[in-house]
């Protein structure tokens, strides 16, 4: 017998699971809903891990919804480690959990995210001054230990210095934050440019450049081949090269995973994440799953691979939420990568498809300036993807093409030179996109229509 | 919700609403001193695409499913479920312009306020977070080029 029962059980307290909560409740008045999440944190917004440690955000304010949201939306939070989920019984309906408990449910969601991959680098395990870098909880212990390097490096008169291992969007997130507290600041990236699955060889290069001014050195082509230690310390790494670095704290930041262990063991079917259908049903009876933890179907290019993106999590879990409470009409329809990050004063937006492949026939126009760089890929006569480094403004115009598979012949044609304006379409559909929900008994003029 | 829409047939490109938008967006409410004096500078939300020969006003659109909404990290962008009212709470913005990536019209812009990025997007001139007030530049438009009027969608 399960200790306690709910209609709706949630397991994962971030973008996909909260939204999905909310999106229930919107539906359902009286359906009980329990939320769980080994992180014993209120619902924050993950991607605000580094802005903390740079203090461009606090711990009240990256709360994602307001202190009294649990209780306002009469959902049963179990937050800490004793409420992780450890088991899956789909055909009982039941999840057990660490403290030994366990919960029937109605519809479950599993909106567990992703969890670090952990890189086989001899000497890496079991050194408490490495740290991953995607909790709250991982991000607290990062700073702590920067600000104790900086310190003991300063009273010693030297440089204070981490290694952080994979130039992806949270190896340098994590870089960013902690150059705020520490001196010296590698990346290591075993590919052979940074940011290799958002950026392209050129973007790359001017990305690395203007990071460096920062105290920010990235090494693409090289990576960790040993962690060099004293007892429990990490005190420097040898390279792939055979050069050493010293350091006083490592961020291991190779990447991640889904986090679906707890579906495949019940016998989920899985590809690259969980694999679901377009109501992001599993192959589980009245099992769902929301968010980083899913497969996803590229729209542009057929690919299947999870999403790890915050949008994307929303997304979903707002389609998981309308369908758990009985609205069949939410679908999903596959989804693109829209990237935005910002390094210091450095903007970098990038969506769609980046580095086609030859096969693909696309057509390319670059506009480099100093600074700046911005790169359109095109085919068949759309936009299928861009990089707008230092380029930002209007970039959504952009990713509504995209979306939208505009035809470009209908466009302006100076639309990619500069930033993108709604004058660049044609009449039609400019008064189209700009006139949603324009009343009825109005012509374009703006009067009331002669009958 | 009622909708601010603008009609190119009517927009002479004289900016006035964007001088209108950045006045009432300012501490002192007072043209010049909102152009000349203030710091930070204060922003106009709306802005003016074109010419003398075409030309129309920009603002955000309010939609039934914003994306800056769904696509904001820090749970600073919003709808409100009862107005309508998408609005940006800018102590929680970290100006990491995802919202900026996501919105179709280019409303949403990230500027530097008091050395920190923040986004900035119409209010419909609200004096509490996300109750509609009287959008000025609907207001001071000489031309009836915006209106605000009933829409026929929340
Ligand atoms: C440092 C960093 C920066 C990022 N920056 C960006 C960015 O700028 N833009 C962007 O779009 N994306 C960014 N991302 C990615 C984004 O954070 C994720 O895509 C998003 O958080 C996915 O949301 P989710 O709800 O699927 O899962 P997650 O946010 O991963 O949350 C999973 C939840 O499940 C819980 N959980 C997991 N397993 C169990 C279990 N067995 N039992 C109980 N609870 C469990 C966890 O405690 C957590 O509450 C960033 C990620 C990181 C780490």
Redesign the interface.
């Known amino acids: 017998m399960a200790t306690l029962n709910s209609d709706y059980l949630i397991i994962g307290n971030s973008a996909a699971g909260v939204t999905a909560a909310e999106t229930i409740r919107a539906k359902d008045p009286y359906g009980t809903i329990t939320l769980i999440s080994r992180e014993p944190h209120h619902v924050y ?4 891990i580094s ?1 903390l440690i740079e203090g ?2 606090t711990l009240d ?5 307001p202190e009294t949201f649990y209780e306002d939306h009469k959902i049963t939070a179990l937050l800490g480690d004793e409420f992780e989920a450890l088991t899956l019984d789909p055909e009982a309906h039941e999840v057990g959990l660490k403290n030994g408990d366990s919960i029937g449910y109605g519809r479950c969601l599993l909106a567990t995210g992703s969890v670090p991959f952990t890189p086989p680098i001899k000497g890496l395990q079991g050194k408490s001054n490495v740290f991953t870098f995607i909790t709250l909880d991982d991000a607290e212990q990062a700073w702590a230990a920067a600000v104790e390097a900086s310190l003991k490096a300063s009273e010693s008169g030297r440089c204070s210095r981490v290694v952080v291992i994979g130039s992806g969007l949270i190896g340098l997130k994590a870089a960013e934050a902690l150059s705020h507290h520490l001196d010296e600041i590698s990346v290591l990236e075993l590919a052979d440019r940074i940011l290799p699955t958002v950026l392209d060889p050129e973007g790359s290069a001017l990305l690395q450049r203007l990071l460096e001014p920062h105290g920010i050195t990235c090494y693409p082509g090289l990576t960790a081949d040993e962690v060099l230690g004293e007892g429990d310390q990490a005190v420097g790494v040898r390279l792939t090269n055979g050069e050493c670095l010293d350091c006083d704290l490592i961020i291991a930041a190779v990447g991640v995973r889904p986090n679906s262990s707890l579906a495949l063991e019940a016998g989920a079917q899985s590809g690259r994440g969980l694999i679901v259908d377009e109501r992001l049903l599993t192959s589980l009876p009245d099992v769902y799953a929301a968010g980083d933890v899913v497969q996803v179907c590229d729209v542009l290019d057929g690919s299947e691979h999870p999403l790890a993106l ?2 994307n999590a ?2 979903q879990g ?1 389609i998981a939420g309308r369908q758990m409470a009985g609205d069949e009409t939410a679908l999903f329809h596959g989804s693109f990568a ?5 390094f210091f004063d450095i ?1 970098l ?1 990038t ?1 769609g498809v980046i580095n086609p492949r030859e096969d693909m026939g696309c057509e390319i126009d670059i506009y480099a300036e100093d600074n700046s760089y911005a790169k359109f890929v095109k085919q068949d006569g759309k936009l299928i993807g861009y990089i707008l480094l230092n380029r ?6 952009y ?2 093409l995209i979306e939208n598979g505009v035809d470009l012949d209908s466009l302006d044609q100076d639309i990619f030179l500069e ?5 660049d379409f044609d009449n039609e559909m ?1 008064w189209e ?8 008994d ?1 012509d ?3 009067w009331k229509e002669k009958i | 919700m009622k909708r601010i829409y603008a009609l190119e047939e009517w927009c002479i490109d004289c900016r006035r609403c964007e001088v209108a938008c950045k006045t009432f967006h300012s501490q002192t409410r007072d043209t010049v001193k909102a152009y000349k004096l203030e710091s930070p500078e204060p922003q106009s939300r709306i802005r003016v695409e074109g010419n003398k020969f075409l030309s129309i006003a920009i603002n955000c659109r309010h939609c039934a499913d914003p994306k800056c909404v769904e696509g904001c990290i820090s749970g600073a962008m919003t709808k409100d479920p009862v107005t309508g009212v998408v609005s940006v709470d800018q102590t929680k913005c970290v100006g990491c312009r995802t919202c900026v990536s996501l919105c179709p019209f280019g409303a949403v812009q990230v500027v530097s306020i008091d050395g920190r990025d923040k986004a900035i997007k119409c209010d419909l001139c609200a004096e509490a977070p996300g109750i509609p007030g009287r959008p000025s530049c609907v207001e001071t438009c000489p031309n009836r080029a915006l209106i605000y009027v009933e829409s026929e969608g929340e």
């Open positions: 917004g993950r991607p605000l802005y461009k955000t304010a990256m709360k994602f919804k915050w949008p929303m997304h707002k829209v990237n935005a990050v910002d903007s937006l969506a930002p403004q209007n970039a959504g115009i990713t509504a930033t993108p304006q709604n004058l400019r996109r700009l006139h949603k929900f324009y009343p009825r109005l374009r003029r703006g």
